[in-house]
């Protein structure tokens, strides 16, 4: 049995490519192994700095989790600035990573490029990331295509560490789906919540519905085959097996396809499978006392494993001095 751990940021609604790209894989982990889970408001911080908006984003992620399937009696689900001791390793870690790893680091160079303001947090997001996974032993961390990078410095990070100071970190395995290209957003770019082309898990009917309808789609005359490699298609083929996307591919080579049958249709689709967790969502939102009790337990059971691998990394490094020859 692996641990397998992964984490998501509170940062805005949960959308399609957060739950295809992670949400869905974490779930179904948990059934056959020891599952981590938590939502990182330490990193959310780094963009949002309003303090009801984190505080309800953060509410509302574990929500949306819980209500996907997220069983935090199976699991250890939890927030992750209820164990503060992430900070701790964080520092630890820092001392043993390159400027020049950071500035190399593809995901802070894109929000620079996007004109967000480089405050320390943001740039050394990848080593509280790496503090998250490595303080609590993470074995195989599934995570989207756009973290590869993270993981692959959350691994130098541990190799480093323990070449320097002796063993005490795992080296983690990044669990990304071949498969998997990133999701689209309706815009056809990456979805994500800071690109505004998103497609909410959870939300009005009216709005989702609005939002499906705005999928890009190119101008192809009706009498003519239309291009599977557009975001309609590719949003579809999330809800379909292999023969369903066969079937989409033929539906999109022959001629009089409506763009507009093929959203409504999605839409529907969509619809159908994500309303037993609606329903669920309603429930826990009306239940938050349970919620906030399974948070805490999670917290207190992740705190337990973080004090082990911290006191060793701590002793590790010479933090411990009792012992020393004066
Ligand atoms: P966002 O880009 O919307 O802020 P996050 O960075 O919080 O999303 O991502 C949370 C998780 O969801 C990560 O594991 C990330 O790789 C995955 N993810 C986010 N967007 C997509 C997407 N468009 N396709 C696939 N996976 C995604
Ligand atoms: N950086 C990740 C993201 O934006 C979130 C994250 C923080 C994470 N800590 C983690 C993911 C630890 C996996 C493991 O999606």
């Keep these: 049995?692996?641990?397998?751990?992964?984490?998501?940021?509170?940062?805005?609604?949960?959308?399609?490519?957060?739950?295809?790209?992670?949400?869905?894989?974490?779930?179904?982990?948990?059934?056959?192994?020891?599952?981590?889970?938590?939502?990182?408001?330490?990193?959310?911080?780094?963009?949002?700095?309003?303090?009801?908006?984190?505080?309800?984003?953060?509410?509302?992620?574990?929500?949306?989790?819980?209500?996907?399937?997220?069983?935090?009696?199976?699991?250890?689900?939890?927030?992750?600035?209820?164990?503060?001791?992430?900070?701790?390793?964080?520092?630890?870690?820092?001392?043993?990573?390159?400027?020049?790893?950071?500035?190399?680091?593809?995901?802070?160079?894109?929000?620079?490029?996007?004109?967000?303001?480089?405050?320390?947090?943001?740039?050394?997001?990848?080593?509280?990331?790496?503090?998250?996974?490595?303080?609590?032993?993470?074995?195989?961390?599934?995570?989207?295509?756009?973290?590869?990078?993270?993981?692959?410095?959350?691994?130098?990070?541990?190799?480093?560490?323990?070449?320097?100071?002796?063993?005490?970190?795992?080296?983690?395995?990044a669990d990304i789906e071949n498969t998997t290209q990133l999701v689209p957003g309706i815009d056809g770019q990456k979805m994500s919540k800071s690109y505004g082309n998103t497609i909410p898990i959870f939300g009005s009917e009216k709005t989702i519905r609005k939002r499906f309808m705005s999928i890009v789609t190119d101008s192809t005359d009706i009498d003519l085959p239309k291009d599977t490699d557009s975001a309609l298609f590719h949003l579809y083929s999330l809800f379909l097996d292999e023969k369903g996307q066969k079937e989409l591919a033929e539906r999109f080579a022959t001629i009089g396809m409506r763009y507009g049958d093929v959203k409504q249709e999605l839409f529907d689709c969509f619809w159908m499978q994500f309303l037993p967790f609606r329903e669920k969502r309603d429930y826990l939102c009306n239940h938050k006392d349970h919620v906030l009790q399974k948070l805490k337990e999670g917290a207190d059971k992740a705190s337990a494993v973080a004090d082990t691998y911290l006191t060793n990394a701590r002793e590790a490094v010479g933090l411990h001095y009792g012992d020393a020859n004066v």
């Excluded at 397998?4 to 295809?20: A, E, M, R, T």
């Excluded at 911080?45 to 996907?68: G, V």
């Excluded at 609590?136 to 100071?165: C, S, W, Y």
């Design 1 to 173: 049995m692996k641990r397998v751990l992964s984490g998501i940021q509170p940062s805005g609604d949960l959308h399609l490519g957060n739950y295809f790209g992670m949400m869905s894989r974490m779930i179904k982990y948990q059934e056959e192994n020891e599952l981590f889970c938590f939502i990182v408001n330490y990193h959310a911080l780094t963009t949002i700095q309003d303090k009801e908006k984190l505080a309800t984003n953060t509410l509302n992620a574990a929500i949306d989790f819980m209500a996907l399937g997220l069983d935090p009696d199976k699991s250890t689900f939890w927030v992750q600035g209820d164990v503060p001791q992430v900070c701790e390793s964080t520092w630890l870690l820092s001392n043993i990573v390159n400027v020049g790893l950071l500035d190399r680091a593809t995901s802070y160079k894109n929000k620079l490029a996007r004109g967000m303001k480089a405050n320390v947090g943001l740039y050394s997001y990848p080593i509280l990331m790496a503090s998250d996974i490595l303080l609590f032993g993470g074995e195989i961390v599934p995570v989207g295509k756009d973290q590869k990078q993270h993981l692959e410095m959350t691994r130098d990070m541990a190799i480093r560490f323990n070449q320097k100071f002796g063993e005490v970190f795992i080296v983690p395995e």
